[in-house]
């Protein structure tokens, strides 16, 4: 007598129709429905969450150092800016606002000419601190590439925001401004 024997490949065919049918209908629902983007995060995605860096950079006057470690426990703002920069300029009003009006904590990180850098402090009258960072050293751990950046710190010390440009660099100020 013989038995009657499954086949495998037909039942093999049936699961891996089911997994591709169930792949095909989850991605069409992404398609149809994506996660909202903040267009913020897409140019630091892979930094957003993660601790801030502790940063120990010259001071710009070249006398000491300064840190960001004196901001933990509360949320802060990272600039990074060069003298040369003309959309750094349009960040500025907004950077003295919020941090004067608002009492965000700021550091600002410059680059470039120290003594045009030392002016542009000067001429807007900046009281927070104020590195600079001739080597460049603090852009990579905060994935700068170019400027302005704006990185926006929350009380757990993890990169919350982070944008490049003027307009976007605003957004993230505006944001750390809100209570």
């Avoid at 909202?36 to 969450?49: A, K, Q, R, S, T």
């Avoid at 933990?72 to 009003?93: K, M, N, S, V």
């Amino acid at each position: 007598m013989n038995a009657l024997r499954p086949n495998r490949g037909a039942t093999a065919l049936i699961v891996a129709t089911g997994i591709l049918l169930g792949m095909c209908t989850f991605l069409a629902a992404k398609i149809v429905n994506p996660p909202p983007i903040d267009p913020l995060d897409v140019e630091f995605w892979d930094v957003l969450g993660t601790p801030a860096a502790v940063l120990e950079l010259e001071r710009l006057s070249g006398t000491g150092t300064v840190s960001n470690a004196p901001f933990a426990g509360t949320p802060y703002l990272l600039i990074f800016a060069d003298p040369e920069c003309r959309a750094c300029e349009a960040i500025y009003p907004h950077l003295l606002r919020t941090s004067q009006v608002q009492g965000v904590k700021v550091l600002l990180i410059a680059s470039g000419d120290r003594p045009a850098m030392r002016d542009k402090v000067e001429e807007h009258s900046f009281s927070f601190p104020v590195a600079f960072d001739s080597l460049l050293t603090a852009n990579k751990p905060f994935a700068v590439r170019a400027f302005p950046t704006a990185v926006w710190v929350d009380a757990e010390g993890n990169i919350a925001k982070a944008a490049t440009g003027d307009q976007t660099a605003i957004a993230v100020i505006r944001l750390a401004g809100k209570p």
